[in-house]
């Protein structure tokens, strides 16, 4: 591969899985190179941006990459063409460009691109070579710069007006917003009492019927408290009851689309507890495998070949009742999805599953259910719903509902479908029924669910914010920066993050502003289509940020981060209470006068009400190398017992 022969080739991909892939469908007279990602980049020491030059980048070497570059100089020297196979989104449009440019003018150069790595997409983008998309690097280009801007100006106002060392993003500082707000209207919330109320009722068959409260006197009404709820059940138990009527009706159920970025995301989070960047990682490495297509993507678009292979499959596999009349396609709901590229699905439909040490064998069997579910008929149902009118001293209405399976459809392929039909007893109109019990429980409103990284990647996409390709960032960067913790899979803001929030909400409340930032996002797209201009862009956004942030160091009032209280006196001075803290390494303890007194101590989260299973000692939550939540015993090393799960 590596030989120079006459009218050789060299093709430059991002990563040596992606160089092994394509070297199967290439001959003789290609050599595939790795680039490792970017070779430039902003630098990292100074802001690198001419403010007053049109926003102009000084782009630096990724540090390094000098090895690398050296490498594709070597390889480029005496062939024909380079050919620029990165990723066909904006990062790898940046990473195409910035490596002709370290290669030089003296090569001939072209782009090519593709949604899957197979052979027919290979030789196919062979055939239609281009140059880079520069309306797609300027949006890449624009992102980076405006990134740069912010953070590089809020981030020293943070240290002035919070405490050093923090940092802010434009995009990340409103993840974080979502989820402080969220712990503030859990904080607020107020229960409220309500009453749900059963009835088992004996059929002429003498079978148990259970009906539930729906209606009083023909209308909608909640019972709200005890004195109500007393009422109610002692007219119900001098009641007679009816069956007024019996209702049966068909009812289909139609597969979800094929999986986009954001559903694959939530998907695997909710059924395998895996996080966006384990989701990511590992879907990049199946892409990379020629497994599936590309997995950075809003579509829902499908190949009309893809589909074709589905629906043989189908009916083969299957038979022709799980097959619809015609093909399924949907629509995606995204302003930003781009009509070129694909929904995630298998390059080959027939291949059901993958022989895989790793965990990413789970996720493709994923994909590749999903895919298939969508291009079948619906799963049908028989639905029963039985209305009882009982007559004391008001006329109620209590309902029965029940459900059958009649027909399988897409449910298939649904490796987790478990058949749960809800049969009822067999009534007619007009049957008298005996009452057996009343069943009364009371209950409370629940105040709202923390996010977890499926219901925040939700939002994050309902309201516009980030991009496929940014979710997983996002969401690990916020939790990096000891903003937002995570706990039981569920997402905490820090004090740090309570702090900053209540700083940055209070004085750049445009920068964190939800529909200004999705707004920003759509701009971003309007760049990559050629219909706004980039520099226009970042000086309408930089002009008044600059004389806000200008504005906010003279006359801001410094935030106070506060801190929970640990529940002992400082061993050292005796006087005030050890204090937790929230430092760049995450959590630790200290005395509340800090830095006056210099105690300090590592953290240890007890899990209460639980005792290890070894030697009955204190477990605490520990954190892996990787960043991944478990339990040990508190004292270890003695003992060593540890787990994944929270135990009981």
Request: a positive charge; charged letters at 30%.
């Amino acid at each position: 591969m590596c030989g120079n022969l006459t009218a050789m080739k060299l093709v430059v991909v991002e990563s040596p899985t992606k160089a092994k892939t394509l070297s199967k469908f290439l001959g003789s007279g290609y050599k595939i190179e790795a680039s490792m990602g970017h070779v430039r980049d902003l630098p990292k020491s100074k802001l690198g941006v001419d403010t007053e030059k049109n926003f102009e980048p000084e782009y630096a070497v990724v540090k390094g990459k000098s090895k690398v570059i050296a490498k594709l100089r070597k390889e480029a020297k005496g062939v024909d063409e380079v050919i620029l196979a990165t990723d066909q989104d904006r990062e790898g449009e940046a990473i195409a460009f910035h490596v002709q440019y370290l290669l030089g003018d003296k090569h001939k150069y072209s782009r090519i691109v593709f949604h899957e790595i197979t052979k027919s997409a290979i030789l196919g983008a062979l055939e239609k070579k281009g140059e880079v998309d520069m309306k797609l690097l300027e949006a890449q280009q624009a992102r980076r710069i405006l990134d740069r801007l912010v953070g590089y100006k809020l981030s020293p106002v943070l240290w002035r007006k919070v405490r050093r060392g923090l940092s802010a993003g434009r995009v990340q500082s409103v993840a974080v917003r979502l989820v402080v707000e969220k712990e503030d209207e859990i904080k607020s919330f107020n229960p409220v009492e309500y009453w749900e109320v059963g009835v088992d009722l004996e059929t002429k068959d003498k079978e148990t019927l259970r009906v539930e409260l729906n209606k009083i006197e023909g209308k909608k009404m909640e019972v709200g408290s005890k004195k109500q709820a007393d009422e109610v059940i002692g007219d119900l138990k001098k009641a007679s009851y009816l069956v007024e009527s019996v209702k049966e009706r068909e009812s289909k159920r139609y597969s979800v689309p094929p999986f986009m970025t954001s559903t694959m995301q939530r998907t695997a989070s909710t059924r395998f507890g895996y996080s966006a960047k384990k989701t990511m990682r590992e879907a990049q490495q199946l892409y990379e495998k020629g497994l599936i297509t590309y997995h950075r993507t809003d579509s829902l678009n499908l190949a009309a070949s893809a589909v074709a292979q589905a629906r043989e499959f189908i009916k083969k596999e299957f038979g022709k009742d799980y097959l619809p009349e015609k093909p399924n396609y949907y629509k995606s709901n995204s302003k930003s999805a781009q009509g070129a590229h694909e929904a995630i699905r298998p390059t080959k439909p027939n291949r059901q599953s993958i022989e895989s040490k790793s965990t990413s064998s789970k996720l493709y069997r994923l994909i590749w259910e999903r895919f298939m579910a969508s291009q079948m008929t619906p799963a049908v149902f028989d639905k029963t719903v039985i209305k009882v009118e009982a007559k004391g001293n008001k006329i109620y209405e209590l309902v029965a509902k029940g459900e059958r399976l009649k027909f399988l459809g897409w449910l298939k392929v649904n490796s987790r479908f478990k058949e749960m039909n809800q049969d009822l007893a067999m009534v007619t109109e007009g049957d008298s029924l005996q009452l057996i019990k009343v069943l009364p429980e009371q209950k409370f409103t629940q105040p709202p669910s923390r996010y977890n990284e499926a219901s925040l990647i939700k939002v994050l996409e309902q309201k516009g914010i980030g991009r496929p390709s940014t979710y997983a960032p996002i969401i690990s960067t916020i939790q990096l920066r000891q903003y937002v913790e995570k706990k039981e899979k569920r997402l905490y803001p820090t004090t740090v993050g309570f702090a900053v929030t209540k700083f940055l909400v209070g004085n750049f409340s445009k920068v964190l502003d939800y529909e200004f930032t999705a707004k920003m996002e759509d701009n971003l797209d309007g760049v990559a289509h050629g219909k706004i201009n980039w520099v226009k862009l970042l000086s309408d956004f930089y002009s008044p940020f600059e004389k806000k942030v200008e504005k906010v160091i003279e006359k801001a009032k410094r935030v106070k981060i506060e801190v929970e209280k640990f529940g002992q006196k400082c061993p050292d001075c005796k006087k005030n209470d050890v204090v937790i803290r929230v430092g760049r390494f995450g959590k630790f303890l200290s005395c509340e006068s800090f830095p006056e007194c210099k105690y300090t101590a590592t953290y240890k989260q007890i899990v209460e009400g639980v005792v290890c299973e070894d030697c009955g000692g204190e477990v605490i939550v520990k954190k892996s190398r990787k960043g991944r939540q478990f339990f040990g015993c508190g004292n270890y090393p003695k003992c060593k017992w540890a787990s994944w799960k929270k135990p009981k």
